[in-house]
Every structure is written in C-alpha cells, then in structure tokens.
C-alpha cells in the first residue's frame, strides 16, 4: 500500500504499527520517529518560525489569515499526484493545526488513481486507541493495533494506580495551549490530567481551545499551570513563558508565586493524538505531583521532565 499521511499523529501511528516503509508522503510537520524526516513532504506554512516570532505575532497572522478565507497551509497537488497513493489520512477538526479536508479534496480530483480518504477526528484518550485501530484496519495491521492499543492502555492502568496515591483535594490545573492570547487546552488534554491526577480547570473537554480572559484566570487561580502551546517546542514554549512576566496579572497567580508552572514541548506531545498522548499524561503527573515523578516510568526514547519556571 501506498500510503500519505498529512497529520504528524498519524504518521506516528503507521510508523508505530510497523508500516513506515508503506508511507510515500508526509507534512514538513511530521517529524517522529526520525525517520519520517526521509518521507517527501508535501505541505508548507505560512506561518512565521515560532524561533523567530511570539505567540501574539502567530495569532494574528492566524486569525488574518481565517479571516480572509485563505488556508495557514499549502498542498504540492503536483507533487501528491506523482506519488499516486492508495491512502490518504487528513483531519477535519481543526484548519490551524493541519492541511483542511477541503484542501485535499480538492487536490485528489487531480489524480489518475483513485485514492482512499479518510479524516481522523479524535476528541479524547479513548478516540485515539479507536483511531489507532481504525488505522490498523485500513493498513492490514489489525493485530499490531491491538498490542498497541494494550500496552498504552496498561500505562494508562498504571498512571491511574500511581495518581491515585496523593491525597484529595487534588491540585486544581490550568493547561495554557496558548499564551498571547492565552486559551486553555481543549478535546483530550483535560482527560489527560484527570489521568494524572489533576483537576483541570478552564477547560474544553471534547472541543476546541478557547480564548480566556486574564480576569477569569485570575479568579480561578490555579493550583498549578501547565503551558504547553500548540506548535511550539519546549524552547519556543519557554520564551512564550517568559513574555509573560511582564503581566501583572500571570505574576499575581498562585501557581507562579509558589513555582508551580511547568512548561511542556506541545508540538511533540500533549497537541499531538497519537501513541504519545500517554507519554503527555506521565508528564502532566510528573509536572502536578512531582513526589511521584520517581515511580513514573519513561518509554521508547525517554520523555524529559517538565521544565520549570
């Protein structure tokens, strides 16, 4: 099979289920395993770098962007027609995060073959073991899904049993997938730190990020924040972090008085929905209990531990 993945998740899901030789076409995105950096790739942003422009820059050149109708990201219609695949694995749920559906259908009436596409739109932890096994499915990995999908969820059962070693009330968590604006994180990330044994507050379980306003922040004051923005890497996320030291109201938060902020690589985990959405709660648990961050196992590569601030 021929296979084009235009979702860095999903691209970690073949690869994970063994069929990474079948892949022909990926997103300049898509990064892991290593490897998949060989893939041709067939898309572009036209994002500025987040190594070169702040949260606030991105969000408005965004926010122009939608505004006007145009796409953040370019397809090689060209490029995908020479590659002649028999699968093509897009997403739905978000035009910020990936290439839109409309896009690559409109891209495959170019096509001599007939491709088959599909459109992944997990909300939750559990929506991502469906996806894995949805993908299975269509690849003829039915049976590496499967031992996938058990060996994440026996690190769930035990990310469970270990969380549930401290004391309620559990830390109230504020997850910031975005800085400048500021907006809390949404679809699986506030399973993920029920999973680690947080609370989460300002959240959007199941659907988009939302915009917050610093007030309803403030009157919140968690216990605990985790930033960790849609796209960045831990370096670009530790300067998001450290602009905000200027507000008076991010220095007045309980969590930044008493240390308690831990700044994640986004791009890599926690805004990915793949295999590594467990990795992202065994670091939430690492970063909202860190007496428990000795018993939390690391896996494949080894996470790092939550950088603080």
Known sequence: MRIVSLLPSATEIVYALG?????????????????????????ASS????????????????????????????LDAALLAQLEPDLIITQELCPV????????????????TDPRLVALEPSSLEDVYRTIESIGELIDRRDAARRLVAGLQVRERALRACAAQVEEPLPRVLVLEWTDPPMGGGHWTPGLVELAGGDPVLAHRGADSQRLEWDAIAAADPDVIIVAPCGFDLNAALRAVRALADLPQWRSLRAVRGGRVAVVDGNAYVNRPGPRL?????IFAAAIHPQLAALLPRYDDGWTMPARV
């Not at 990936?98 to 690559?104: G, P, T």
């Open 47 to 74: 994002l500025p770098p987040a190594s070169t422009a702040d949260a606030a820059a991105i969000d408005r050149h965004v926010r122009e962007r939608l505004h006007a109708g145009s796409s953040i990201y370019s």
């Open 19 to 43: 069929a990474g030789d079948e892949l022909v076409g990926v997103t300049h995105e898509c990064d892991y395993p290593p490897q998949a950096r060989s893939k041709t790739a067939l898309t």
């Open 278 to 282: 467990i990795d992202s709660a065994e």
């Open 97 to 112: 995060c990936a290439v839109s559906y409309e896009q690559v259908g409109t891209a495959i009436k170019r096509l001599r």
